[in-house]
């Protein structure tokens, strides 16, 4: 998982509600050591901050899988969900759950 960490996500002045630090953290803790959560510079999707990309396995990638991008992860519940679909395998592999798949945005370029 990549999470936008740059000029508009991550930024306590854009969302002063979440902990920016805080959600990192939770998803670092709730997907190690199987997942990797990595910070990325700006995503180029800044109206949906705060974006998060999730990567399929290289074995789903091989089978066709992309990526599949998240804006507006800004709330517990939503977190909670995609720990939930990344550990049941994600891209590729789990079905996306229905309100997950609200917070679906279209990757940039597409």
């Not at 510079?41 to 990309?53: I, R, Y």
């Amino acid at each position: 998982m990549t999470v936008c960490r740059d000029c508009c996500c991550g930024n306590a002045l854009k969302h002063p509600s979440l902990d920016h630090d805080a959600q990192l953290d939770r998803l670092t803790a709730a997907l190690a050591p199987a997942h990797r959560v990595r910070k990325s510079l700006c995503l180029d999707v800044c109206a949906e901050a705060n974006v998060m990309v999730v990567h399929p396995t290289p074995t789903a990638r091989r089978g066709g899988a992309t990526p599949v991008w998240f804006g507006l992860v800004l709330s517990p519940d939503i977190e909670a969900d995609l720990v939930s679909w990344v550990r049941s395998g994600g891209p590729g592999v789990a079905d996306l759950p229905p309100m997950l798949d609200l917070s679906v945005i279209p990757a940039p370029g597409r």
